[in-house]
Protein backbone atom coordinates (compact mmCIF):
# COMPACT_ATOMS: atom_id res chain seq x y z
CA UNK A 1 0.00 0.00 0.00
CA UNK A 2 1.08 3.30 -0.88
CA UNK A 3 1.39 6.07 1.91
CA UNK A 4 -0.96 8.57 1.50
CA UNK A 5 1.35 12.04 0.85
CA UNK A 6 2.04 9.94 -2.16
CA UNK A 7 -1.69 9.34 -3.62
CA UNK A 8 -2.67 13.00 -2.79
CA UNK A 9 0.69 14.11 -4.60
CA UNK A 10 -0.68 12.55 -7.21
CA UNK A 11 -3.57 13.74 -7.09
CA UNK A 12 -2.89 17.37 -7.26
CA UNK A 13 -0.53 16.52 -9.85
CA UNK A 14 -3.33 15.32 -11.89
CA UNK A 15 -5.49 18.24 -10.87
CA UNK A 16 -3.20 21.16 -10.93
CA UNK A 17 -3.14 22.25 -7.43
CA UNK A 18 0.07 23.49 -6.70
CA UNK A 19 2.16 21.02 -4.45
CA UNK A 20 5.13 22.47 -3.08
CA UNK A 21 7.68 19.73 -1.30
CA UNK A 22 10.95 20.70 0.78
CA UNK A 23 12.62 17.24 1.20
CA UNK A 24 14.67 17.64 4.59
CA UNK A 25 18.10 16.03 4.84
CA UNK A 26 18.98 14.29 7.96
CA UNK A 27 21.51 16.18 9.66
CA UNK A 28 18.62 18.97 9.60
CA UNK A 29 17.09 16.60 12.84
CA UNK A 30 18.48 16.54 16.35
CA UNK A 31 19.36 13.26 17.16
CA UNK A 32 18.82 12.14 21.10
CA UNK A 33 20.02 8.96 22.78
CA UNK A 34 17.58 7.78 24.60
CA UNK A 35 16.89 5.16 27.05
CA UNK A 36 13.78 3.66 29.27
CA UNK A 37 13.33 3.06 33.28
CA UNK A 38 14.62 -0.65 32.27
CA UNK A 39 17.36 1.04 30.72
CA UNK A 40 17.28 0.11 27.11
CA UNK A 41 19.06 2.44 25.32
CA UNK A 42 17.63 3.96 21.50
CA UNK A 43 18.06 6.74 19.51
CA UNK A 44 15.36 9.06 18.26
CA UNK A 45 15.11 11.81 15.54
CA UNK A 46 13.43 15.25 16.73
CA UNK A 47 13.30 17.92 14.57
CA UNK A 48 14.32 20.16 17.91
CA UNK A 49 14.16 19.74 21.62
CA UNK A 50 10.63 21.19 21.99
CA UNK A 51 9.33 18.28 19.53
CA UNK A 52 11.33 16.06 21.84
CA UNK A 53 9.65 17.59 25.14
CA UNK A 54 6.18 17.37 23.81
CA UNK A 55 6.70 14.06 22.52
CA UNK A 56 7.39 12.79 26.14
CA UNK A 57 5.16 14.61 27.80
CA UNK A 58 2.19 13.07 25.84
CA UNK A 59 4.05 9.92 26.35
CA UNK A 60 4.75 9.11 22.81
CA UNK A 61 7.85 8.07 22.88
CA UNK A 62 8.35 4.16 23.73
CA UNK A 63 10.99 1.53 23.85
CA UNK A 64 11.37 -0.24 21.23
CA UNK A 65 12.26 -3.63 23.42
CA UNK A 66 9.99 -3.20 26.17
CA UNK A 67 7.30 -0.46 25.07
CA UNK A 68 7.95 1.37 27.87
CA UNK A 69 6.91 4.91 27.83
CA UNK A 70 8.81 6.16 31.12
CA UNK A 71 11.67 7.73 28.32
CA UNK A 72 14.70 10.04 29.02
CA UNK A 73 17.98 11.54 27.32
CA UNK A 74 20.84 9.15 28.08
CA UNK A 75 23.86 10.93 28.41
CA UNK A 76 25.47 11.37 25.01
CA UNK A 77 28.97 13.02 23.27
CA UNK A 78 28.39 16.25 21.63
CA UNK A 79 28.46 16.01 17.95
CA UNK A 80 31.34 19.08 16.97
CA UNK A 81 32.95 19.35 13.63
CA UNK A 82 35.90 20.55 13.41
CA UNK A 83 38.30 22.21 10.72
CA UNK A 84 35.99 21.08 7.94
CA UNK A 85 35.37 17.46 8.77
CA UNK A 86 31.93 16.00 8.52
CA UNK A 87 30.14 14.71 11.51
CA UNK A 88 30.16 11.62 10.70
CA UNK A 89 33.67 11.87 9.99
CA UNK A 90 33.79 13.01 13.99
CA UNK A 91 31.41 9.98 15.03
CA UNK A 92 33.26 7.16 13.03
CA UNK A 93 36.42 8.89 15.21
CA UNK A 94 34.82 9.33 18.49
CA UNK A 95 36.46 6.75 21.24
CA UNK A 96 33.85 5.40 23.95
CA UNK A 97 34.72 6.67 27.39
CA UNK A 98 36.53 4.35 29.68
CA UNK A 99 34.49 5.57 33.21
CA UNK A 100 31.24 4.83 31.73
CA UNK A 101 31.15 1.21 30.30
CA UNK A 102 29.17 0.97 26.73
CA UNK A 103 25.65 -0.88 26.80
CA UNK A 104 25.25 -4.39 26.41
CA UNK A 105 23.69 -4.64 23.00
CA UNK A 106 19.98 -5.38 23.09
CA UNK A 107 18.17 -7.72 20.46
CA UNK A 108 16.16 -5.52 18.11
CA UNK A 109 12.43 -7.85 18.25
CA UNK A 110 11.39 -9.03 14.59
CA UNK A 111 8.40 -6.86 14.78
CA UNK A 112 10.41 -3.80 15.38
CA UNK A 113 12.55 -4.48 12.55
CA UNK A 114 9.82 -5.46 9.80
CA UNK A 115 8.53 -1.83 11.38
CA UNK A 116 11.79 0.27 9.97
CA UNK A 117 11.66 -1.59 6.92
CA UNK A 118 8.11 -1.00 6.11
CA UNK A 119 8.73 2.95 6.82
CA UNK A 120 12.12 3.08 4.60
CA UNK A 121 9.99 1.72 1.97
CA UNK A 122 7.79 3.77 2.03
CA UNK A 123 10.15 6.54 2.02
CA UNK A 124 11.59 5.12 -0.81
CA UNK A 125 8.17 5.16 -2.48
CA UNK A 126 7.51 8.80 -1.64
CA UNK A 127 11.00 9.45 -2.99
CA UNK A 128 10.40 7.92 -6.60
CA UNK A 129 6.79 9.83 -6.89
CA UNK A 130 8.52 13.15 -5.87
CA UNK A 131 10.64 12.58 -8.57
CA UNK A 132 8.17 11.56 -10.85
CA UNK A 133 5.44 14.32 -10.73
CA UNK A 134 7.55 17.07 -9.34
CA UNK A 135 10.27 19.46 -10.90
CA UNK A 136 13.46 19.68 -9.27
CA UNK A 137 14.85 23.43 -8.24
CA UNK A 138 17.88 22.82 -6.40
CA UNK A 139 18.35 25.90 -3.97
CA UNK A 140 16.04 28.07 -5.58
CA UNK A 141 13.07 26.14 -3.91
CA UNK A 142 12.19 28.93 -1.98
CA UNK A 143 12.47 31.69 -4.63
CA UNK A 144 10.30 29.04 -7.00
CA UNK A 145 7.78 28.18 -4.80
CA UNK A 146 7.14 32.13 -4.13
CA UNK A 147 6.55 32.35 -7.94
CA UNK A 148 4.29 29.60 -8.11
CA UNK A 149 2.40 31.28 -5.30
CA UNK A 150 1.84 34.58 -6.42
CA UNK A 151 0.81 33.35 -10.05
CA UNK A 152 3.79 35.04 -11.51
CA UNK A 153 4.89 31.62 -12.83
CA UNK A 154 2.54 28.39 -14.27
CA UNK A 155 1.85 26.39 -10.96
CA UNK A 156 3.31 23.32 -10.82
CA UNK A 157 4.72 20.45 -8.22
CA UNK A 158 8.22 21.32 -7.30
CA UNK A 159 10.78 20.24 -4.67
CA UNK A 160 14.38 21.26 -3.62
CA UNK A 161 16.20 22.17 -0.72
CA UNK A 162 15.79 25.27 1.64
CA UNK A 163 16.60 25.98 5.15
CA UNK A 164 14.91 25.82 8.00
CA UNK A 165 14.06 29.38 8.20
CA UNK A 166 13.07 30.09 4.72
CA UNK A 167 10.57 26.69 5.01
CA UNK A 168 9.07 28.37 8.23
CA UNK A 169 9.11 32.27 6.15
CA UNK A 170 7.47 30.20 3.21
CA UNK A 171 4.59 29.01 6.00
CA UNK A 172 3.85 32.23 6.83
CA UNK A 173 3.33 34.13 3.89
CA UNK A 174 1.44 31.01 3.25
CA UNK A 175 2.88 29.34 0.53
CA UNK A 176 1.97 25.66 0.96
CA UNK A 177 4.87 23.69 1.89
CA UNK A 178 6.13 20.48 4.00
CA UNK A 179 9.13 18.90 4.66
CA UNK A 180 9.96 15.01 4.11
CA UNK A 181 12.52 13.10 5.03
CA UNK A 182 15.19 12.48 1.85
CA UNK A 183 16.46 8.73 1.83
CA UNK A 184 20.25 9.31 -0.06
CA UNK A 185 19.46 7.86 -3.54
CA UNK A 186 22.06 4.86 -3.20
CA UNK A 187 19.40 3.61 -0.23
CA UNK A 188 16.77 3.75 -2.92
Known amino acids: MAPR ?4 LARRART ?12 AMILFDLKCSLDHRFEGWFRNGAAYDAQVAAHAITCPVCGD ?10 AIAKGGRSREKE ?11 APAPTAVPDAVKE ?21 YVGDRFAEEARKIH ?5 SRAIYGETSPQQAE ?20
Not at 91 to 101: G, I, K, Y
Not at 174 to 187: F, K, M, Q
Open 5 to 8: TCNR
Open 16 to 27: GHVSVISPTIYH
Open 69 to 78: AKVTKAPMAP
Open 91 to 101: AVAAVPSVTEP
Open 115 to 135: AQAEILRQLRDLRRQVEKNAD
Open 150 to 154: YGEVE
Open 169 to 188: ALREEGVPVTSIPWLPAENG
